[in-house]
């Protein structure tokens, strides 16, 4: 069985979060996610004792909360703000729109 991709924040996050008119910490509160987990998403190399990803949970709870502020579809934030790795040790933690990356439908 295939290992699940990797998801992280796509480098627009910070942002997208801050056109809509709110803090990192306060987006965070309102996604019910911790600030903490938000930074390690944003900065894992300042964050040494976190290992891989973000859970899909996660994922779905910071999308569903932008879109709830932007006025989207949860489905489009996630495509904004979401991306998935194909091959995590060769792509950016940080996630860019490239070949390794591929924006979740």
Partial sequence: MPKSPRLCLTAQFPDLIAQA?????????????????????????LHPGRRGGMQR???WLIAATYADIVGIDATHAFRLLIAELRDPLKASPLAASTDETVQLS
Avoid: K
């Avoid at 309102?30 to 190399?45: K, Q």
């Fill in 21 to 45: 008119g709110v803090s990192q910490r306060g987006f965070a509160r309102r996604a019910g996610v911790s600030f903490s987990t938000i930074m390690g998403l944003l900065h894992p190399e």
């Fill in 57 to 59: 949970r996660t994922a």
